[in-house]
């Protein structure tokens, strides 16, 4: 957060100067000349002496390659590397190239700081890009980051390319190896715990689903408890895993493993978000797209919420890590919050850039990565949006179905 | 009658061919390490990034010119008060066109682009529009570039105890600017 007036002044003009791309090319001077002048680029720069006055050659960005981060492969210290995978470029697009409108003026940010599943397609393959680190994935499959561990990612990795699709939640090691946890037929990886050292999934075997606790360390089930068919997941905190056995039904359960489940009380048909990083939780509106009430609660007691905050007139909203920092999205708009003032903050996006379903990706307490889909042809953008000073970049452009670009969280 | 041929150079400088091999590939490379810095300090002053694109490439046309004035030892200084005049000629140029025709882009101090900045940076950009070129040039040079008085001073053209008055002067101004916007 920026105070004093010099503060704010550095800050604005910086970021005003950033809008202005790192990699714009000059006019007259080829890309791949950029970093390595040659005779060759002074072509552009003679001819417009030559008219000097009249110089008025107006470049564009007409189009360029996507840095996701260093192409190197080197895993941190301790953890094994991974092979060598070539980078699959994601096109950018002109402004007013595309028909996103305003949204292709936007220029581009630094890559995102979230582990990126990178695929050719959806068919799968590709890699892992987090930091400079890109990790190449089976072809075939894909794979969706939940939580970074040491050494590598737990998700869920998902066979593409056959009518019966199998899902298996495990560890992706830095060096590309994936490890299921057990031989079970069907398990969905729901999210890490608060340390980081265990993961609840859900498994099913022979009609019975029941939510499980494993050790990360050797895929050790834990405890577990039973659930329904259609589990909804709200989160893991120190309070405990919260989560409904039936989304239909609109009940929320408080599990701690080793304790039976009990019912949570004052959801009323919404939906609970519970972030593993902060005790500070989220109720949304149960149905999508229906604007009502999100508020920012605590556990007070053993199964009571009491209420922080709330914010009117939202379809979903996500809570930063830490908790300070909340991000609505609804009919009129996304607007940033600062729970503990109870106050918005700089940001407001207008309506309709953000997704009634898609409150995105927290990169740190103030970043947000949102995908957008924009009419008429539903091109998908991905943005970074900071919501608490304001303000949004493009982080890629993701033409139509390929490559394909799966965020997965930190 | 044999016509003698005078040389117009400094005596002892490199033959013509080899200058202009020396000018190409330091311009060049000046051209290659520097032209988003010079976009971005235009864009500063004039808002809209086509007319920041037109200033810089204005100076390094300028720069390629009167490379042999200038020297490499100060082709940056020579480069940025090369974008701040063009700035400020372009703004003169503005303020007669606006009568006739809309600017190519909205600055982006403008409310369009405030999803991209943010209100607080918006209001900050467009409160400096409303200073004096000069106030907002050193402003510009000592609040962005992080220069030293003394290189202001250089770059524009002033002593150093002008730069500090006026860089003070700036500050008050858009201080109570800012205040009065609130």
Same mark, same amino acid.
């Given at each position: 957060?920026t ?6 002044l550095?800050?604005?003009l910086?970021a005003a100067a950033r809008?202005?791309p790192d990699d714009l090319?000059?006019?007259g001077?080829?890309e791949q000349?950029?970093r390595?002048p040659?005779r060759?680029l002074?072509?552009g720069?003679?001819a417009a002496a030559s008219?000097?006055?009249a110089?008025?050659v107006?470049?564009?960005l ?6 996701l981060?260093?192409a190197?492969? +080197?895993?941190?210290?301790g953890c094994p590397?991974?092979?060598?995978v070539?980078e ?5 697009s002109a402004p007013g190239?595309a028909?996103g409108?305003?949204l292709?003026?936007?220029?581009f940010g630094?890559a995102?700081s979230?582990?990126?599943?990178v695929m050719?397609?959806a ?5 892992l890009?987090?930091?400079?680190l ?8 894909q794979?969706?980051a939940v939580g970074r561990i +040491? ?5 869920l990795?998902?066979r593409?390319?056959t009518n019966? +699709?199998?899902f298996?939640?495990g ?6 190896a994936f490890?299921s946890?057990g031989?079970?037929?069907?398990q969905?990886v729901?999210?890490l715990?608060p ?5 609840v ?8 689903h ?12 834990i405890r577990s408890?039973?659930t329904?068919a259609?589990t909804?997941?709200g989160?893991?905190n ?6 409904s056995?039936n989304?239909l039904?609109a009940r929320?359960l408080?599990w701690r ?5 009990v019912?949570?009380d004052g959801?009323?048909g919404h939906?609970?978000v519970?972030?593993?990083t902060?005790d500070r939780?989220?109720v949304?509106?149960g149905?999508?797209?229906q604007p009502?009430?999100?508020?920012v609660?605590t556990?007070a ?5 009491a209420e922080v905050?709330r914010?009117?007139g939202?379809?979903d909203?996500a809570?930063s890590h830490d908790?300070?920092?909340l991000?609505?999205t609804?009919p009129?708009g996304s ?7 109870n ?7 207008p309506?309709g850039?953000f997704d009634?379903?898609?409150a995105?990706?927290w990169?740190?307490?103030?970043h947000v ?6 009419p008429p042809?539903?091109?998908?953008v991905?943005?970074r949006c ?5 303000g949004?970049?493009r ?7 390929e490559?394909?670009l ?5 | 009658?044999?016509?003698k041929?005078?040389?117009l ?26 032209w988003?810095?010079?976009?971005r300090?235009?864009?500063l002053?004039?808002?809209d990034?086509p007319?920041?694109?037109d200033?810089a490439q204005?100076a390094?046309?300028g720069i390629?010119?009167?490379?042999e004035?200038?020297?490499?030892g100060?082709a940056?200084?020579y480069?940025?008060?090369a ?6 000629s372009?703004?003169r140029r ?7 025709a ?6 982006v101090?403008s409310a ?8 607080d ?9 409303t200073?004096p ?7 510009v040079l000592?609040?962005?570039?992080h220069l030293s ?6 770059t ?8 500090r008055?006026t860089?003070s002067?700036?500050l008050?101004s858009l ?8």
């Open positions: 957060m105070n004093t007036p010099y503060d704010r550095t800050d604005a910086a809008t202005v090319v000059p006019p001077l080829p000349n950029r390595h040659s060759g002074l072509v720069l003679v008219v000097a006055a110089a008025l107006v470049p564009s007409a189009s360029g390659d996507t840095e981060g260093v190197g492969s +080197q895993a941190p210290p590397s991974p092979d060598p070539k699959i470029a994601l096109p950018r190239k028909g409108g305003w292709d003026g936007l220029p630094t995102a979230l582990p990126v599943t050719k397609d068919s799968g393959g590709g890699y890009q987090d930091g400079s890109r990790v190449p994935l089976r072809a075939g499959y794979f969706q +040491q050494c590598g990612w737990i998700g990795s998902t593409t390319g019966r +699709q199998r298996d939640a560890v992706l090691s830095t060096s590309g490890r946890f031989s079970a037929p069907k969905v729901l999210g715990s340390d980081g050292r265990q993961v999934v859900v498994r099913s075997t022979a009609g019975k029941r939510l499980t606790v494993l050790d990360l360390a050797d895929g050790r089930e408890t039973e329904g259609v909804g997941f989160g893991w120190t309070n405990g895993i919260w989560f056995p989304l039904e929320t408080l493993p080793g304790q039976e489940p019912a949570v959801l009323d939906r609970i519970v972030q593993r902060t939780m989220l949304v509106p149905a999508a797209g009502d009430c999100v508020r609660v556990l007691g053993a199964n009571r919420l905050m914010a009117c939202a379809t909203g809570l908790g300070s920092v991000q609505t609804g009129s607007r940033g919050y600062l729970v503990t003032q106050k918005p903050t700089r940001f407001v996006g309506p850039v009634s379903d898609s995105g990706s990169e740190d307490d103030e990565l949102v995908t957008l889909s924009i042809r539903f091109r998908r991905l943005l900071n919501v608490v000073r304001g949004c970049l982080v890629h452009d993701i033409p139509d179905d490559p394909a799966l965020v997965g969280e930190r | 009658m044999t016509s041929m005078v040389s150079r400094r005596p002892g400088a490199p033959p013509l061919a080899a200058a202009d091999d020396d000018r190409d590939a330091t311009v060049s490379q000046l051209y290659a390490e520097h988003t810095s010079m976009v300090l235009a864009l002053m004039v808002g990034r007319c920041a694109e200033v204005e390094f046309a390629y010119r009167r490379w004035a200038v020297g490499e100060k940056l200084a480069l940025r008060s974008v701040l005049n063009g700035a400020r372009a703004l503005r303020k007669v066109a606006r009568l006739y809309p600017p190519a882009a909205p600055p101090w369009e682009n405030a999803v991209m900045l943010g209100e940076r918006r209001e900050v950009l467009a409160a400096l529009t200073l070129a000069r106030r907002r040039e050193v402003l000592r609040f962005y570039l008085d003394a290189d202001i001073a250089r524009l053209g002033i002593s150093e105890v002008t730069v008055s860089a002067r700036a008050r201080g109570h600017k800012l205040e009065a916007s609130r």
